[in-house]
């Protein structure tokens, strides 16, 4: 069973910079797809990045695409999110998640099979 812990959320400006971590339990990202995910007050929540294909393969959601940046340090067995350019928008509680790696693409909750807690992110105008 994967554990999964968030860090590093908290309050930014607009415009600002913040990086998200996920620590996992052992080290399964050799075998695990990881996604980030992210849920507002009163919306569902909705996919924002993964990495894939033993750590080869990213994809983004178009709302963050060339602001936010997934990778990975093995060493630590830690998901990070960089986030640049942050919008008010982007204010929601970030989860991480892990779901047996394959080779194609995951951006569906119903995808994943291990959650983390979340971690909150606020974005002020």
């Known amino acids: 069973q994967v554990q999964l812990v968030e860090s590093g959320g908290g309050l930014v400006q607009a415009g600002g910079s913040l990086r998200l971590a996920c620590a996992a339990s052992?080290?399964?990202?050799?075998?695990?797809?990881m996604g980030w995910f992210r849920q507002a007050p009163g919306k569902e929540r909705e996919f924002v990045a993964t990495i894939y294909y033993s750590g080869l393969n990213t994809y983004y959601a178009n709302s963050v695409k060339g602001r936010f940046t997934m990778s990975v340090d093995n060493a630590k067995n830690t998901v990070y999110l960089q986030m640049n350019s942050l919008k008010p928008e982007d204010t929601a509680v970030y989860y991480c998640?892990?779901?047996?790696?394959?080779?194609?693409?995951?951006?569906?909750?119903?995808?994943?099979?291990?959650w983390g807690q979340g971690t909150q992110v606020t974005v002020s105008s």
């Open positions: 998640a892990a779901v047996s790696d394959r080779p194609y693409v995951r951006i569906r909750v119903s995808e994943y099979d291990y």
């Open positions: 052992g080290r399964i990202f050799s075998s695990y797809a």
